[in-house]
């Protein structure tokens, strides 16, 4: 009979093998998480930029507003600026993103296959 202090070698050697074959699976989805997170930052970026200036225009305009006493036009008219600035913002931004990542890509993927055609293999000639 084993005692109870005696390591039993076969359960270790089989937990090891289990949890290097969970992180060699943990690390072959980390790329792929990565890139859904990346994504998913610049969405959430372009949308606070969108709020975030008609929020600004709209409290420029209640200021102009409050101060030269045009109600409502300064809201309205501070509504439209931001509105477009905020527009002008996200378009210039996510121009920048769309560029950075189709050249992420192309370095990344250097096979010599450009993505266009036929996804039928070609056949052989004799």
């Known amino acids: ?4 202090d005696e390591p039993n070698d ?3 050697s089989s937990l090891d ?7 060699a699976r943990k690390a072959a ?5 990565a890139a859904t997170e990346r994504a998913q930052q610049d969405g959430y970026r372009l949308l606070a930029d969108m709020i975030g200036g008609v929020l600004v225009g709209l409290g420029f305009g209640w200021l102009l507003d409050h101060y030269v006493h045009t109600s409502p036009w300064g809201m309205v008219g501070g509504l439209l600026i931001g509105l477009g600035l905020a527009i002008f913002s996200v378009v210039r931004k996510a121009t920048k ?3 950075q990542a189709s050249a ?3 370095q990344g993927t250097d096979d010599g296959h450009t ?9 052989k000639r004799d």
């Open 104 to 106: 992420a890509t192309s």
């Open 97 to 99: 993103m769309s560029a």
């Open 17 to 23: 093998a289990r949890l290097d074959a969970f992180e």
């Open 1 to 4: 009979m084993p005692k109870a």
């Open 10 to 12: 076969k359960a270790l």
């Open 29 to 33: 989805e980390k790329p792929a998480k």
């Open 115 to 123: 993505g266009d055609g036929s996804t039928v293999p070609k056949q």
